[in-house]
């Protein structure tokens, strides 16, 4: 808590100092002598033409104009003629006389648009693009006004899945592009500026635009770590001409979208009471868990989730940043800080803060050289109660808890907890958030490279680009003793830290050549690439100590208090790579490319330790063929393209191939002496090699009536040659607890999908209209795996829950596998009905001969008489069939309005609030639609306890599953901006103010909080990927907030 | 010009790019070894012999203790009832329909586990450099072997004929069937042969403390005799290709006259929670009649057993709460004679020590009104008066004795009563933990050492001792049949404070049916999960299909 309010002192003294430089330009600017002219400069459909150079004539004053086709000029004099020029259009010029403001036309010369598009190791132009990729700029990521740059990304990429692990501050992503392909891992490699690294350090504000390399052919070219796709992540720049300086900032308060409703203590009681009784009919008024008298006395007793929320959480940003330069050299720079409450929290121990630097600088030495860094500082400090899976789950506890146990107790026993009267087992959940979630995680992370970019000749360029990551991460944790249930207590004080460094470095070296030969041009490309990391980590853990400051470790051997003290270093990781691409176009009209990398990887045993990734692809623009000159009134450019690539992945963990041996759990003890004990903890396979995504993608890019643009994709994504741990028999001496299974390459999984996206931009007078539909339909099918079946974990739902989710050949990946159900039993009779009659010895007999009325009608769907393992059978997939998303915006004079909308559908969420193994759990209000007698109801069950035998809810089945499509409207934004009224004579460019709202409203039939639901793999403290195939679970998901925020943009 | 210093440049960038050495991408790891070049030094071979006794430190709901005692004639499955009543499955011999069949699956895992480790150790001790040492060198050589024996011999009294493996199989090496049981146990022999000749050797009381926890000549011959006489009775067979009832007498005999080992004096005194019940003295879990045991420790191997076998949310000084599994049939109870201090030592009778047992209703499965004492885990307001400490769940670690003298004891008279010299030696054998049992009332010996009796007497010291289940087996010599009486248990007035609603999960009844074990052989299922890895090499034991 101390060190939290030292960091707050630290931010608002970063803060105040950010409006006082802020103010100390509006002031200096003010009194600048020379005129600015600031304007747009547009094509003739109105889009903003970015990097359009604009100088003043006869003069190298002047610069580039930005993504939005903005400049800034300084003039000396109305005289001052200014020059506008892009390749592919006609230069302008024109005279500056008294404007200060001004838009620029520019008309096209016979070419359509050159947008520009980044490639792996360089850029192109997006017609003559054959691959799949797509790109948002940092106007559609600005609009969102979001924390994290992946939700900004929700709904604007067709193809690819991002959900938020949970709504908690600071969360991660999971992203999959084209579906899921690997059990190891299907986050893209992102690259920032070159530099493979992580989104979580990055601020939205300092990004300039993204690509994303969906196809095998674009990402092959980065080979061995491609084949999850790639995400291309560039950072805004420094632009020649007059400094800008910008400062964004938002203030937002949020709410819990959706609430569950929980029983009260009267229905809690009531619903318990009858529970028991369906159980044991017999059982007596005096052995009953609550007598009639205390019903009665109840109210609706402890509302914990009301507790635990935080009304009207608050959430801030500052962005400050400075941009501009001069032809030699550039800059840019940024400072920013976002802070974010949980809006369910308890002693603010959720919670999230980030701090971000940002320095780029671009030099052009010498007429041939040029030379430039990058480099950013995030930190990042967050606190987080306990959320995913079962174990510690804080909202599966609050939903679970007893509403008759008070927050606080009359007595002084349990610390003064309220306690349960109940069951002296059940724990008062908020004491458990009191007591416990006390870890403080911190996060420093340094991104940066040097480059250099030597004009050899014309036409061959060379560039070597050093980066890379320096990353620290360290956690404390405390617990106290306490005791504020039978099976809840801590009676030795506990304290826990860890530290950890990891160094990563990557070296690229790119040659060049460019060369037109007629209207044939070829641009070829080779170059090399080494990566290497070194970690450092230590934690240790001491327990019995002055419960009210930290313990100081010192000599460790003669301190028996601690308990734990680990480590592990080392070097590894290690790649070098070879590459090389081949661009061939004729008159742009016919294209081709082919690209080919070699990748080294550390990660493989020297039988398989190199892999060879190649791709090509076509393109043909159709709409420059004479044959089509009929078809140019309204098709003003048609491009057809395909591709197929190969890419790799590698397993998670270094030295899989290797049979290490371990010393962890394996010692015993002799005489008095602990000996230390070592044996195998693997099998080896020094013949692993690299799983293989191979792609084909057939698409087409249009424009036609000048407005509207069109691109389409179908692709076929086949993973193969998995790496996955393989079960082999326990004589082979693998128990799977000290000993795991040798990972083996076996594993196949198809995704086919087709994507469109639809743009729509025109401008009505004043008037602009921006509209972008996007939809995406993946098909995920498993072909092959190791004896068919990868059986998912058991007790995911709760402690002894059966397996719920499976791998198997024919089926998508992670299925949920469970027994179909037929509604319920209404009468004795109906039980009696169903039965099963033996063909061979004639003979009937029920097939539910434990159900009572009231109980859930299994299928059998093997026909063979009884409800047993082999009726189960597929009952929902977790994995989103479409994706899609609708983006509207449009401004009319200074007002700005933008609507973005962001669906999924076809997926099925698995629900499990309550712990079937503690029998005492709180219900949702839904169980009063239970069944209660004949014609009440045909999906709740009567309300049992645990151990009854027709096992209603214990048999996992399509009772626990539900549809997970949603249509959400993920931000709603209203802006205006002031330069255009009552700043217009002031040196602002933009003095924008908005209100926004972000989640404002989920359509969906799931009734839990959120279906945005993250469960699924997580890594575990040893770096093992657990639960490497489950995905859409909601055992308490921490549900993302509604966000209403208010914010000023502001540059001058 | 230009160019040149252009050219120059890019060249100078070049050499450092591929100055890039060729090893780049070979890594090992910083903070382990691998198996190709970790054994070189004795205390390699140390650490690595350690990790074979380290397995029998895994403890699981399904320990072979708890198995056979469940199956055997002295224990209800007990536990939570809504547990699903996978106890009570050992008790029925039935499939496991809710565990997929697979409720055995730890036992085996655990110790064909255990067979790998010993296996690696006998494979790569080859690569250590035993020079002058050569006499550790066998020591060690005869542990691993104990071990490998113990885990084949553990395995086949529960699953009947398995795979004996005398190497690591190599990943993509066929899976190798059943070994017929004459091999089988022939080869277990062997390697018990080779430990008595090669362990550690000194008595009892002459052993350095250090050495505490190996396995000794002792343990060895004592095994012996234990797998002799399973196998002669189980599989109704004089000799075990040779080895007759005279070698596993003899072994005996050494153990008896040259091991240093003797009875201490109070029964009770043997086990702590025992011990602090009659306010005796606690022996210790180094003691006289400790000839091999489990060597628990306090914050790691958690004896699963301790914490399931005390009283369910009951927590009465000096026994600490547990799970109630493992409820002790009345039977039991009925059958020591009154005098018989053992009765109170091994039994916790609730009505008769007048105490509370506080269960939340219908939470205890199958309540008999008798727990167990022996491996009970103290109170938290009994730990600092006896050894112990921490979570109740985490931290019992009293060692658990594998070979105890009055087994030896008891195998001797029988063995001895085999082998015909049933003369004063049988007799001198069993009279001496008669005597104990009786506080050295010695009316209460036995005239003569007969099998009934000395049956008998194994029945009463040996209670939670892995021990009963299996002498009800071996005495069976092959005619199954006579488990139906034996294991039959249908008493519902014994079972008076069970929930008896018609309604209840049938698994907290109390009624078994002996006859369920007959076309089983007594031997357990084999878990589904591993006969589907093993490709139907191995078939399921008979009466589980």
Request: net charge neutral.
């Amino acid at each position: 808590m101390k060190q939290k309010v030292r960091y707050r002192a630290l931010y608002q003294l970063i803060a105040k100092s950010m409006l006082v430089l802020l103010f100390s330009f509006v002031f200096f600017n003010s009194y600048s002598q020379e005129r600015v002219v600031t304007g747009v400069v547009l094509d003739e459909s109105n889009t903003p033409i970015p990097g359009a150079s604009v100088i003043i004539k006869g003069t190298t004053t002047g610069g580039l104009s930005d993504i939005d086709g903005k400049f800034s000029l300084k003039v000396p004099g109305s005289e001052s003629i200014i020059v506008i020029s892009y390749v592919g259009y006609e230069t302008q010029e024109i005279s500056a006389g008294q404007q200060t403001s001004i838009n620029i036309t520019l008309k096209e010369k016979a070419t359509e648009l050159d947008q520009i598009v980044v490639v792996g190791y360089g850029v192109q132009k997006k017609k003559l693009v054959t691959g799949a990729t797509v790109q948002v700029s940092d106007k559609d990521i600005d609009k969102n006004h979001v924390t994290r740059i992946e939700s900004a990304l929700q709904g604007i990429t067709p193809g690819m899945v991002i959900v938020k692990q949970n709504g908690q501050p600071g969360s991660d992503y999971n992203i999959n592009i084209r579906g899921l392909g690997s059990p190891n891992g299907n986050t893209p490699l992102v690259l920032i500026d070159g530099v493979p690294g992580s989104l979580n350090t990055l601020n939205p504000e300092d990004i300039e635009r993204v690509d994303v390399l969906k196809d095998a052919a674009s990402a092959a070219i980065y080979g061995s770590r491609g084949g999850a796709g790639v995400i291309l992540v560039t950072m805004k720049k420094g632009k020649s001409g007059e400094a800008v300086v910008s400062f964004d900032s938002y203030f937002g308060v949020s709410n819990l979208a959706k609430k569950v409703d929980l029983l009260n203590a009267k229905q809690y009681a009531t619903i318990l009471n009858e529970a028991q009784l369906n159980q044991f009919p017999k059982t007596t008024p005096d052995k009953m868990h609550f007598s009639q008298k205390t019903i009665d006395t109840l109210g609706a007793g402890t509302d914990w989730l009301g507790i635990v929320t935080n009304k009207n959480a608050p959430s801030r940003n500052y962005h400050l940043g400075i941009n501009g330069g001069n032809d030699k050299t550039s800059y840019n720079m940024s400072l920013s800080y976002t802070s974010e409450e949980g809006i369910l929290d308890y002693e603010n121990k959720s919670d999230y803060e980030r701090l971000g630097l940002v320095l780029n600088t671009n030099h052009k030495v010498k007429s041939y050289l040029k030379i430039g860094e990058n480099v950013s500082y995030t930190h990042r400090s967050s606190k987080a109660l306990g959320n995913g899976n079962m174990y510690g789950n804080f909202l599966f506890n609050i939903l679970s808890a007893n509403p008759i146990i008070p927050l606080h107790g009359p007595t002084p026993y349990y610390n003064g907890f309220g306690v349960s009267t109940l069951d002296s087992n059940q724990t008062n959940p908020v004491a458990g958030l009191h007591y416990n979630n006390n870890a403080i995680t911190n996060n420093d992370d340094i991104i940066g490279d040097v480059y250099a970019e030597i004009q050899i000749t014309k036409g061959l360029k060379f560039r070597s680009d050093f980066g890379g990551t320096l990353g620290f991460k360290t956690t404390q944790d405390h617990t106290d003793t306490f005791q504020i249930s039978g099976s809840a207590y801590q009676t030795i004080p506990d304290f826990k830290q860890s530290m950890e460094r990891n160094f990563f470095y990557n070296f690229d070296n790119v040659l060049t050549w460019e060369k037109d030969f007629g209207k044939h041009n070829v641009v070829l490309m080779v170059g090399t690439n080494a990566q290497d990391n070194w970690f450092f980590k230590v934690d240790d853990e001491v327990q019995g100590f002055q419960s009210n400051v930290a313990p100081v470790l010192t000599n460790v051997t003669t301190l028996d208090t601690v308990i734990k003290v680990n480590g592990d270093y080392g070097k590894g990781d290690s790649r070098y790579s070879y590459f090389g691409r081949l661009d061939y176009n004729y008159d742009q009209k016919y294209m081709a490319t082919g690209t080919l990398r070699r990748d080294v990887s550390s990660r493989f045993g020297p039988n398989n330790r190199v892999g060879y990734f190649p791709s090509v692809s076509a393109g043909w623009a159709i709409s420059k063929e004479s044959f089509m000159e009929p078809m140019n009134s309204w098709l003003d450019f048609f491009k057809l393209r395909a591709s197929w690539g190969k890419n790799g992945t590698e397993p998670t963990i270094p030295y899989r191939y290797l049979a290490t041996v371990a010393s962890s759990s394996r010692y015993y003890t002799f005489g008095g002496t602990k000996q230390t004990g070592t044996s195998p903890d693997k099998m080896a396979n020094p013949n692993l090699k690299w799983e293989a995504q191979t792609q084909t993608d057939i698409g087409f890019d249009s424009k036609f009536l000048k407005n509207f643009s069109f691109s389409f994709d179908w692709y076929n994504k086949t993973a193969t040659d998995w790496i996955v741990p393989k079960p082999v028999a326990g004589i082979f001496g693998i128990e799977g607890i000290s000993t795991t299974n040798p990972f083996v390459n076996g594993g196949d999984v198809i995704n086919k999908g087709v994507e469109f996206e639809l743009d729509y931009a025109k401008r009505f007078g004043d008037f602009d209209l921006d509209v972008k539909a996007s939809f995406a339909y993946n098909k995920n099918k498993v072909t092959n795996v190791p004896d068919s079946l990868i059986r998912g974990s058991i007790s995911v739902l709760y402690n002894g829950s059966e397996e719920l989710y499976r791998v198997q050949e024919g089926y998508p990946l992670g299925y949920f596998w469970g027994y179909k159900t037929n509604g319920i039993f209404q009468d004795t009779a109906q039980i009696n009905h169903y039965t099963y009659t033996n063909p061979a010895t004639g003979k009937t007999k029920l097939i539910q001969p434990g159900a009572k009325p009231g109980d859930v009608i299994f299928q059998d769907l093997n026909h063979d008489g009884k409800i047993d393992q082999l009726d189960k059978t597929q009952i929902g997939d977790p994995n989103p069939h479409y994706v899609y998303g609708l983006n509207i915006g449009t401004s009319y004079k200074g007002f700005d309005f933008s609507v973005n909308l962001q669906g999924v559908a076809g997926n099925s969420i698995v629900q499990s609030y309550r712990s079937l193994d503690a029998q005492l759990s709180n219900y949702t209000t839904e169980i009063l639609g239970r069944w209660t007698g004949p014609g009440t109801s045909n999906r709740i069950p009567r309300v049992t306890e645990n151990g009854e035998a027709n096992k209603n809810w214990r048999n996992f089945s399509d009772l626990s599953v539900q549809d997970g499509s949603y249509l959400r409207v993920k931000s709603v934004s209203l802006g205006y901006d002031l330069k255009r009224s009552i700043l217009k004579n002031t040196p602002v460019q933009q003095f924008r103010i908005y209100i926004s709202a972000i989640n404002l409203l989920t359509f969906t039939k799931y009734n839990g909080f959120d279906p945005e639901i993250g469960y699924g793999s997580s890594y575990d403290s040893n770096g093992n990927l657990v639960d490497a195939y489950a995905s859409g679970i909601d055992l308490g998901n921490y549900p993302s907030a509604r966000t209403y925020m208010i914010g000023i943009n502001l540059k001058f | 010009m230009k160019i040149m210093k252009r050219i120059l440049l890019f060249i100078i960038i070049v050499l450092s790019v591929i100055g890039c050495k060729k090893d780049f991408a070979d890594r090992l790891p910083t903070t382990s070894n691998i198996v190709e070049n970790f054994y070189k030094t004795p205390n390699d071979a140390l650490q690595a012999l350690t990790a074979i006794y380290n397995m029998n430190l895994r403890d699981d709901w399904w320990s072979s203790i708890i198995v056979s005692e469940i199956a055997s004639d002295n224990c209800a499955g007990g536990g939570g009832s809504t547990d699903g009543g996978g106890y009570q499955l050992y008790d029925r011999a039935v499939q496991q329909p809710d565990a997929g069949g697979n409720a055995s699956l730890y036992l085996w895992k655990t110790y064909y586990g255990g067979i790998y480790r010993a296996n690696v150790y006998l494979q790569s001790e080859k690569n250590v450099d035993w020079t002058g040492k050569e006499a550790l060198r066998a020591q060690y050589i005869g542990e691993a072997r104990f071990l490998r024996a113990y885990f084949h011999f553990y395995l086949t009294r529960l699953f009947g004929e398995i795979p004996f493996l005398d190497h690591p199989l190599a990943p993509n090496e066929p899976i190798p069937g059943r070994t017929p049981a004459e091999d089988l146990y022939a080869k277990i022999i062997a390697d018990l042969k080779y430990s008595a000749t090669y362990c550690l050797s000194q008595p009892y009381g002459a052993m350095k403390l250090d050495n505490w926890g190996h396995a000794t000549k002792w343990a060895a011959e004592a095994m012996l005799a234990r797998v002799y006489l399973f196998y002669s009775g189980y599989y109704n067979k004089p000799d075990i290709k040779g080895f007759t009832a005279i070698n596993a007498r003899d072994a005996i005999d050494t153990v008896y006259n040259l091991s240093g080992h003797v009875l201490v004096d109070t029964f009770a005194s043997l086990w702590i929670v025992p011990a602090a019940s009659q306010h005796k003295t606690y022996a210790g879990e180094i003691n006289s009649e400790v000839v091999w045991s489990i060597r628990y420790m306090s914050g790691g191997g958690l004896d699963t057993y301790q914490r399931m076998v005390g009283p369910r949310n009951t927590n009465v000084d000096p026994y600490g709460q547990g799970w109630g599994a493992c409820t002790v049939l009345p039977t039991l109870w009925r059958a020591y004679d009154t005098a018989d201090l053992r009765r109170y030592a091994t039994i916790l009778d609730w009505a008769g020590e007048g105490k509370t047992y506080k269960y939340v209703t219908n939470t205890q499965a199958q309540y008999t009104g008798y727990n167990l004492k022996k491996y009970e885990n103290l109170s938290e307001n009994s730990k600092p008066v006896f050894p112990g400490s921490g979570d109740w769940q985490t931290n019992n670690a009293e060692d658990f004795i594998v070979i105890r003298f009055a087994d030896v004891l008891l195998m001797g008279a029988e063995l001895h009563v085999i082998t015909g010299d049933n003369g004063t030696t049988a007799l001198t054998y069993l009279n001496k933990v008669r005597t104990r049992a009786f506080g050295g009332d010695i009316s209460h010996n036995y005239a003569t050492a007969t099998i009934d009796n000395i049956m008998n007497e194994r029945r009463l010291e040996l209670v939670f001792e892995d021990s009963r289940y299996w002498d009800i087996l071996r005495s069976c010599k092959g005619d199954f049949t006579k488990l139906v009486s034996i294991l039959t248990y249908h008493d519902p007035n014994d079972a008076a404070n069970f929930a008896t609603d018609a309604n209840s999960a049938e698994t907290n009844y109390l009624n078994v049916d002996g006859n369920n074990f007959v076309d089983k052989k007594g031997l357990f299922q084999l878990p589904q999960s591993e006969l589907d890895l093993m490709k139907g090499v191995i078939k399921q034991n008979p009466g589980y299909n």
